[in-house]
Structures are given as C-alpha cells and as structure tokens.
C-alpha cells in the first residue's frame, strides 16, 4: 500500500476530525495542503458521475476546524488581508449548512465558558 492509500484508509478510520488552521500568507500551511491532497483520492474520499458531478464518500463523521491569524480577523479593511484558509477547509470538508450552524452554535456557548 503506498504512502497515500495508507494516510487516506487513516482518515477515514476516524471517529471525528479536529483541525487547528493556522493562516499563512491567506492559505493554508503548505504541509496541511499536501496532506490533503494526498488522502483526497477518488474512491476513497469521493466518487464522481459526469451527470451528477462530485459525492462525498466519508459519512457519519463529525469534522470540527479552528482557523487562526496574526493579523487577519472577520470585519477588518483588506490591508489586514483575505481570508482563503477557512474557505478551503469548508470546501473540503463539505459539512451540510446546518451540522456547520450548530456547530457555531456550539462554539459559542462553549467560548462563554472558556
């Protein structure tokens, strides 16, 4: 089994996923990228039908992503930059809108405690 099918059948052998994303240069950390392209492989991470495009193949798992910046921060003038780190997390992700609101939801009370 080479490197990729390894780390992808150790994704999808998980529970539930937590991610801590730190932003570099707007982007995710090149290592945390290359990870990501290594385990998304067809038949493992998702299928594809010309007709009906992309379907995710991972079910049932919950995925939580924590993303930080120096400087970036929602509401800020672009001199303080663009966020594209959670954008592309989300993407990959591919958590339906509401497991993601109550996932919010959820963060937030939790901060409330913190």
């Known amino acids: 089994m080479d490197t990729g099918a390894r780390a992808g059948h150790q994704f999808t052998a998980a529970d539930a996923y937590l991610f801590s994303v730190p932003m570099w240069n707007a982007g995710v ?9 290594i385990i998304t492989q067809p038949g493992m991470l998702f299928g594809f ?3 009906t495009g992309y379907t995710g193949l991972v079910r049932g798992k919950k995925a939580a992503a924590i993303y930080t910046s120096g ?13 594209f780190h959670s954008s592309f997390i989300n993407d990959w992700l ?6 993601r609101a109550a996932a919010h939801t959820a963060a937030r009370q939790a901060a409330k405690v913190f």
Request: hydrophobic share 35%.
């Open 71 to 83: 400087v970036y921060a929602p509401g800020v003038s672009v001199e303080y930059g663009t966020d």
């Open 94 to 99: 591919a958590s339906p809108a509401e497991d």
């Open 29 to 37: 950390p090149y290592v945390l990228k290359q990870w990501i392209d």
């Open 49 to 51: 039908h010309p007709a």
